[in-house]
């Protein structure tokens, strides 16, 4: 993200400005304190370009709540200032680095909405983005979160299709669906364990209709096999391992779908047959 260049004249201003913010910069009690009453009354007097320094100077020293406040400070004491715009996109930028994303987002919702035109617009967006990505829980909980994340990366990429921010979003897409599929991963295993087959063979669809770059696809083709011998429906199980064997014929997820059907074959783990495909040839 670029800086607003200083001119002659304000590079002069802030030299000059920089022993008092110095002093105000160390009126704290830890990384993330704020600023002292008697520092945050002072910065009323202080120009823009010198509030805008200390805000970058707190940000380099990782004190994250100081650089919030001395960039919140540019836009109140100064807002018509050409630093107010920057200094607000870079408080949201240093709410991302103390994981305060809500808040981020809140800065970046706004800045986007009046500043549709900004140049550091793609950004904002990638920015706003991240604080939903970096949100992202496991698997094994709810991925309403990861949706947005999605959506939001993807607008990144739509937008700015040929910007570095968008070439990152692209990979972050992936991790995202893996993260979607694996969910579906879960409930379906979930539903095959307590002999949901129906509802299992659902999730397991999915995965391989709608997630088919992820690497649970191989998997999910396998439990389809699984549950489409656990009802009975030997030409459906077929089709999947073949489906399995044809798109990933090393994977060993398709050697131990063929030996569910294939009489005397051995799975990856070089066992005989499992239960079920025992089971299937006990019957026929």
């Known amino acids: 993200m670029r800086i607003p260049r200083l001119t002659r004249t304000s590079r002069l ?20 304190s704020s600023l002292r009453p008697d520092a945050q009354v002072a910065m009323a007097s202080q120009s823009p370009e010198a509030l805008y320094a200390a805000g970058l100077d707190a940000l380099r020293q990782e004190r994250y709540q100081q650089a919030v406040e001395f960039f919140d400070g540019v836009e109140r004491e100064h807002p018509y200032s050409t630093w107010a715009t920057s200094a607000r996109l870079m408080s949201a930028y240093s709410d991302y680095m103390r994981n305060r994303y809500t808040e981020a987002i809140g800065a970046l919702d706004r800045f986007i909405q009046l500043h549709p035109a900004h140049r550091d617009i793609a950004y904002a967006y990638y920015l706003r983005a991240l604080c939903y990505y970096e949100q992202i829980v496991d698997a094994q909980r709810d991925q309403r979160g990861t949706e947005i994340a999605l959506a939001q990366l993807q607008e990144v990429a739509n937008r700015f299709p040929e910007s570095a921010y968008a070439r990152d979003a692209r990979l972050k897409i992936d991790l995202a669906r893996d993260h979607l ?104």
């Open 13 to 32: 201003s802030l030299l000059l400005a920089l022993p008092l913010l110095a002093g105000a910069c160390s009126q704290w009690n830890g990384k993330d």
């Open 181 to 284: 599929a694996g969910q579906e991963m879960n409930i379906g295993r979930f539903y095959e364990r307590r002999g949901l087959y129906s509802a299992a063979i659902g999730r397991f669809k999915r995965v391989v209709e709608a997630y088919q770059t992820t690497n649970h696809v191989p998997e999910a083709l396998h439990r389809l096999t699984e549950c489409y011998l656990a009802l009975g429906l030997v030409d459906e199980a077929r089709k999947s391992a073949s489906v399995l064997g044809h798109n990933y014929p090393g994977s060993p997820w398709y050697q131990d779908s063929y030996a569910m059907l294939v009489q005397g074959a051995r799975s990856a783990d070089g066992s005989g047959p499992g239960l079920l495909s025992r089971a299937w040839n006990s019957i026929f």
